[in-house]
């Protein structure tokens, strides 16, 4: 088993990471939380798919289990999704004492972390990632959130859990695009900290990374868990883990998160923020054709889509990174080497952004 420890200010916990974790997750809830009810907060994809199996074990270990079953999708993240699960955990007369479980890709982590966050004040959870996007980035580091309809995850809080479960073997279920979207986050790491991995990536065929990806998965955590125990509030340098991001958000926000995955928003990101920083002289010569090359082979797009300047601008200026009338931007000045570049807004869009996008072209 690999095990990664995060140690904040005021929280301590460990990732887990081992093939065939989730047949033992009893074991590591008695060393947690000492009460008997746990509230499973779960997708329901993942429920049909799991679901039986870990209900079973957890009765079958003398706990009593309500399920929560919320839909996946980015529409799950919603204060009406908030408030059904907050009655639903009063239906069940769950207490303080007792523990949340929440199981399934981004979404579910989001939206069940935040009501473990908020409901009786704070409760006790733990994260059992089913997705490779969850699995390396979103069940990591506290972030909790829905969204709003003018933007995403605008209320929200940083709330630690006690413990993060990953078992490689939930991904076997993933289909190619799901298993890719994760891989843009990966690629993400790779971009900002570890050059070492993103020639692994680029070099590795399908069936290799397949067999690696216990390794690839440890290697994305320990890059997050450090930034997050350098920065847990993200202030500083855990900004750094935003790369693609800017844009990529503006893209999901745009087409109402149902045309490109998280993942996909964010490759678009990526190779766009890149090339234009590369314009600009920020960025290594070069670079941008190394992102293009590793986000064609795992089938992800890079160009990005037509949308209306205006509706960009009103996008960004809701961005958590903006500060006034300037914005955090994050660049790669090499590959494995993120930075922060604090921008004017104006300057942002007069270097980032023309006065409008064509379809099927970069910015």
């Keep these: 088993?690999?095990?990664?420890?995060?140690?904040?200010?005021?929280?301590?916990?460990?990732?887990?990471?081992?093939?065939?974790?989730?047949?033992?997750?009893?074991?590591?809830?008695?060393?947690?939380?000492?009460?008997?009810?746990?509230?499973?907060?779960?997708?329901?994809?993942?429920?049909?798919?799991?679901?039986?199996?870990?209900?079973?074990?957890?009765?079958?270990?003398?706990?009593?289990?309500?399920?929560?079953?919320?839909?996946?999708?980015?529409?799950?993240?919603?204060?009406?999704?908030?408030?059904?699960?907050?009655?639903?955990?009063?239906?069940?007369?769950?207490?303080?004492?007792?523990?949340?479980?929440?199981?399934?890709?981004?979404?579910?982590?989001?939206?069940?972390?935040?009501?473990?966050?908020?409901?009786?004040r704070g409760m006790d959870f733990i994260h059992i990632p089913t997705t490779l996007l969850a699995q390396i980035d979103s069940s990591i580091g506290g972030k909790v959130a829905v969204n709003l309809p003018e933007g995403k995850n605008l209320v929200g809080s940083f709330y630690q859990p006690k413990g993060v479960f990953i078992d490689p073997n939930l991904l076997c279920t993933l289909d190619t695009r799901e298993f890719n979207n994760g891989m843009a986050e990966a690629i993400k790491y790779a971009c900002i900290a570890d050059k070492n991995l993103f020639h692994q990536l680029l070099m590795l065929s399908k069936e290799e990374i397949d067999r690696e990806i216990e390794d690839i998965i440890f290697t994305c955590c320990n890059i997050k868990g450090k930034i997050v125990m350098e920065d847990e509030k993200d202030r500083g340098n855990r900004m750094l883990l935003n790369f693609g991001h800017t844009i990529g958000h503006v893209i999901e926000k745009y087409f109402n998160y149902e045309k490109y995955t998280h993942g996909e928003a964010i490759a678009i990101g990526m190779y766009n923020i890149t090339l234009k920083s590369e314009i600009a002289g920020y960025t290594k010569e070069g670079i941008t054709h190394q992102i293009k090359e590793v986000l064609e082979k795992f089938g992800l797009p890079y160009r990005l889509p037509d949308m209306?300047?205006?509706?960009?601008?009103?996008?960004?200026?809701?961005?958590?990174?903006?500060?006034?009338?300037?914005?955090?931007?994050?660049?790669?000045?090499?590959?494995?080497?993120?930075?922060?570049?604090?921008?004017?807004?104006?300057?942002?869009?007069?270097?980032?952004?023309?006065?409008?996008?064509?379809?099927?072209?970069?910015?």
């Design 1 to 120: 088993m690999k095990e990664i420890n995060i140690d904040l200010a005021k929280d301590k916990y460990s990732i887990y990471i081992e093939r065939g974790l989730i047949d033992n997750i009893s074991y590591f809830i008695k060393g947690i939380n000492r009460g008997k009810k746990i509230a499973l907060i779960i997708d329901e994809n993942v429920d049909n798919l799991y679901g039986c199996k870990i209900r079973t074990h957890l009765i079958d270990n003398g706990f009593s289990v309500k399920t929560i079953s919320i839909r996946g999708g980015e529409g799950s993240k919603s204060l009406r999704i908030l408030d059904s699960i907050y009655r639903k955990l009063l239906d069940f007369n769950i207490t303080r004492g007792d523990l949340i479980i929440v199981m399934g890709g981004g979404v579910a982590g989001d939206v069940g972390g935040f009501a473990a966050a908020t409901y009786l």
């Design 308 to 363: 209306d300047r205006g509706e960009i601008l009103k996008t960004l200026a809701l961005d958590k990174k903006s500060k006034g009338n300037n914005i955090d931007i994050i660049l790669i000045k090499d590959i494995g080497e993120g930075i922060i570049k604090n921008l004017s807004r104006k300057i942002f869009f007069k270097e980032f952004f023309p006065h409008k996008t064509k379809s099927g072209g970069a910015i």
